[in-house]
T-cell receptor, first 116, second 114 residues
């Protein structure tokens, strides 16, 4: 069974600064995918970034990047030049390959506050 | 292209009542799923479907029923509502299971059972 752990229930960052959100996971799958989703107060789940486990290169999307450490089963999200609109809940999720393993397994989330 | 739509957005039920949460997608996605979100718990899978006519249970299926008669629709039925089912419910869809494609989420339904 897959598990995802986010050890930081809340984080705070100053506007324009950089913040890193932590995530660790456990899986017996050899092929899997990792995601970070953002949930603003509107409740909508928004995909921030995705990483395919077989790719060694860390994924980046504009101000968002990940530090993927496969051996350590670690998948942290770095937000650079933080903006007020980045304030939200952030969920780390893993997804296996095929059948029931194709479902997302979520961590409990990290609430990010951005101070002006 | 509306994506994933859910109705209603809010609902209040009394204990013992039944209701159906509607979910529809217009992206021709084979894979659909229902999650519930409780404070401090993240999202947990209730039921999922890999195609029309095929459904299976997730992590927390008790008290819920699903069917998938068409590719577009995946309703979630609460058979006899209980206060423990107070939660926010999300429907999601994606291209076939087993691929890296992201899941697209609906806007959610906030359900309160009194």
């Amino acid at each position: 069974a897959q598990t995802v752990t986010q050890s930081q229930p809340e984080m705070s960052v100053q506007e324009a600064e950089t913040v890193t959100l932590s995530c660790t996971y456990d899986t017996s799958e050899s092929d899997y995918y990792l995601f970070w989703y953002k949930q603003p107060p509107s409740r909508q789940m928004i995909l921030v970034i995705r990483q395919e486990a077989y790719k060694q290169q860390n994924a980046t999307e504009n101000r968002f990047s990940v530090n993927f450490q496969k051996a350590a089963k670690s998948f942290s999200l770095k937000i650079s030049d933080s903006q007020l609109g980045d304030a939200a809940m952030y969920f780390c999720a893993s997804k296996g390959y095929g059948g029931s393993q194709g479902n997302l397994i979520f961590g409990k989330g990290t609430k990010l506050s951005v101070k002006p | 292209n509306a994506g994933v739509t859910q109705t209603p957005k809010f609902q209040v039920l009394k204990t013992g009542q039944s209701m159906t949460l509607q979910c529809a997608q217009d992206m021709n996605h084979e894979y659909m799923s229902w999650y519930r979100q409780d404070p401090g718990m993240g999202l947990r899978l209730i039921h999922y479907s890999v195609g029309a006519g095929i459904t299976d249970q997730g992590e927390v299926p008790n008290g819920y029923n699903v069917s998938r008669s068409t590719t577009e629709d995946f309703p979630l039925r609460l058979l006899s509502a209980a206060p423990s089912q107070t939660s926010v419910y999300f429907c999601a869809s994606s291209r076939p299971a087993g691929y890296s494609y992201e899941q697209y989420f609906g806007p959610g339904t906030r359900l309160t059972v009194t």
